[in-house]
């Protein structure tokens, strides 16, 4: 029986002022297995983050992601298994469920020859997530970017300079009920072309590995004040981490992961985040892990 396993980098959506339109592929992973049954069966085991939340059932991302792709065929498997082994923590800004969706969609597609390209398979599940930033970077690796056009999903990736950052992840349980409602419905005009400049300074920063354009480039008007305010310790924990050698700090996503950039010092501003959420009574999660430049993975076992 043929067995496909896909791996899927996180992503941090926004990287500061490219709000809804970049994401940052990190080299940290969850990998979806997938297998065609003989039976009518759809089973799904789930593994690591999320499990006892993530559904094990046909409501898991990546179970819905494969029978959506299977009714666009319009046939369904006589059955379909799914392991998830999940690293990427669930619902902290990282696009962990885009991932699953996107590891469902991929594998899926392999088992059945291959009928759809990236470019049909980035659509759906765009479409499926409503979030096609996470997709585009997932699929492509390295900085992605995206926007509505007139005929569709515009999305390019491209290569930064290798480089390695700070993911931290403080324990806020009511973070995500704190942020509804979210952000004000309209912005200040020079606020957004504050946030249209920043984004291109931004992405010639990461490209090149220019540090110290990344540190003012990186500031945001438009989401992250808002969501800021909802992390205890913000402040405290910038500061650290800039002490410690850090260029620039931002949400990933919507937060409340963090992300630390860094020429050095990796494992001294991991410590000193961590310290300063400590020192506020929260705990907090921390890694060090590369930009990734490969995207989507997918290794078949007969």
């Known amino acids: 029986m043929q067995k496909v396993s896909v791996s899927i980098p996180a992503v941090s959506t926004n990287v500061g002022p490219g709000y809804d339109v970049l994401g940052l592929a990190l080299n940290f ?22 499990k006892g939340v993530l559904p094990e059932n046909y409501y898991h991302p990546a179970m819905e992601a494969a029978i959506r792709l299977f009714q666009h065929l319009e046939q369904a498997p006589v059955g379909l298994s799914v392991r998830a082994h999940n690293a990427i923590p669930l619902d902290v800004g990282l696009s962990a469920r885009a991932t699953m969706v996107v590891g469902g969609l991929v594998g899926a597609n392999n088992l ?14 765009a479409a499926i997530t409503g979030q096609p930033e996470s997709v585009v970077t997932a699929m492509r690796g390295g900085l992605g970017i995206c926007s509505q056009g007139p005929s569709g999903l515009l999305y390019r990736a491209i290569e930064t300079t290798p480089m390695r950052v700070v993911l931290v992840v403080p324990h ?22 504050y946030n249209i400049g920043h984004t291109a300074l931004l992405i ?19 989401h992250e004040p808002t969501r800021r305010e909802q992390i205890p310790a ?18 990933c996503g919507a ?7 860094a020429a050095y010092n990796h494992q001294l501003i991991e410590e000193t985040m961590r310290d ?9 999660r921390t890694w060090s892990v590369g930009v990734d430049m490969q995207g989507v993975v997918i290794s078949v076992v007969e």
Do not use: C, W
């Open 112 to 125: 059945v020859g291959s009928p759809f390209s990236h470019d049909k398979l980035i659509e759906m599940a």
């Open 204 to 222: 010639e920063a990461l490209r090149r590995g220019d540090f110290k354009l990344l540190r003012d480039a990186l500031d945001d008007r438009l």
């Open 234 to 251: 913000y402040p405290a924990v910038v500061r650290a981490a800039q002490e410690a050698g850090a260029a620039a700090v931002a949400l």
């Open 276 to 284: 300063a959420f400590q020192a506020a009574g929260i705990e907090a």
């Open 172 to 193: 806020l349980p009511d973070y995500q009920r704190r942020l509804r409602p979210d952000l004000p419905g309209k912005f200040d005009m020079a606020d957004v072309v």
């Open 29 to 50: 992973r969850n990998v979806i297995e997938m297998s065609l049954r003989t039976d009518d069966q759809l089973t799904v085991e789930v593994r690591g983050e999320g």
């Open 255 to 261: 937060g409340p992961a963090l992300v630390a950039f």
